[in-house]
């Protein structure tokens, strides 16, 4: 847990991973898009508990982590607290389901360009708002 490095790796694979987002969004994945912004966000929100020397569960929604763990982090990060918590919830919600469908959903037809938007937009705004603590 005291690796920085990491928490380090994490950020930076999930900041590539945006690069990903935007080629898939070209292509018009749209369920392909909202199942990799889950995972940009899980290494993206992953990062920032390894940066603060929490333990990593080994699940795909930290927003639970993020609550218990929230007097580790700094103003700036808590004032972002509710967002990330909610943006973790939505996209591991859709996880499986972007991914495999079901009998009765089709992801390609099921996933609209909005979903994918608010997906990427939510992945691109995690990533981007944890950067800075990277930056010393």
């Known amino acids: 847990m005291q690796n920085k490095g990491l928490a380090l790796d994490y950020i930076t694979r999930a900041k590539k991973r945006l690069a990903a987002l935007r080629a898939l969004h070209r292509e018009s994945a749209w ?55 909610q943006i973790s919830r939505t996209l591991r919600r859709d996880r499986e389901l972007a991914f495999y469908g079901s009998e009765d959903l089709t992801p390609m037809e099921f996933y609209k360009k909005e979903d994918a938007d608010v997906a990427m937009e939510s992945a691109e ?10 930056r010393n």
């Open 31 to 85: 369920a392909d898009v909202v199942r990799e912004s889950q995972e940009v966000v899980e290494l993206a929100l992953k990062s920032l508990l390894r940066f603060y020397h929490v333990e990593i569960p080994r699940i795909h929604d930290v927003s639970g982590v993020l609550e218990n763990e929230k007097s580790k982090f700094p103003v700036q990060i808590k004032r972002n607290l509710e967002r990330y918590q």
């Open 125 to 134: 705004w995690v990533v981007h708002s944890l950067l800075p603590l990277f």
